[in-house]
């Protein structure tokens, strides 16, 4: 990886090593408070430095990463993975009910089949 800046703008950061999919969604993200640096709210034009700690919230999952490379351009996501250290905490495990099983030849389930089904799978 060739030398890079000592600091730069954290929407572009947040970009370029691929955190958001475009720059307009990584400065949304600075403008909506669902990105910190260091523990502080962040605006796009933030400076980010090396061994700074940059937390994103997207989606409903919080990434945190250390900063170790400074990049203004987007790399190819092998080369981006190398510019921070991920220290995200692990998602909480799904809990998933089981798929009901129609027995074969049964035909369409009725109404009620179709309640019971949503029922089970929580979506009622």
């Not at 998933?96 to 029922?119: F, H, L, S, Y």
Request: with cysteine; net charge positive; proline share 10%.
């Amino acid at each position: 990886m060739p030398p890079g800046r000592s600091s730069g703008r954290v929407d572009r950061w947040i970009w370029a090593v691929r955190l958001v999919k475009t720059r307009s969604d990584a400065a949304r993200a600075c403008r909506g408070g669902h990105v910190k640096v260091n523990d502080r709210a962040a605006k796009p034009a933030t400076t980010v430095r090396v061994g700074d700690e940059v937390q994103v919230r997207l989606h409903g999952i919080t990434r945190i990463v250390d900063v170790t490379h400074i990049i203004d351009k987007r790399v190819g996501a092998p080369v981006a993975v190398r510019c921070y250290t991920d220290r995200s905490p692990e998602p909480p495990p799904q809990a998933r009910a089981p798929v009901p099983r129609r027995d074969p030849g049964a035909g369409r389930p009725t109404k009620r089949d179709r309640r019971q089904i949503e029922r089970l799978r929580g979506e009622r």
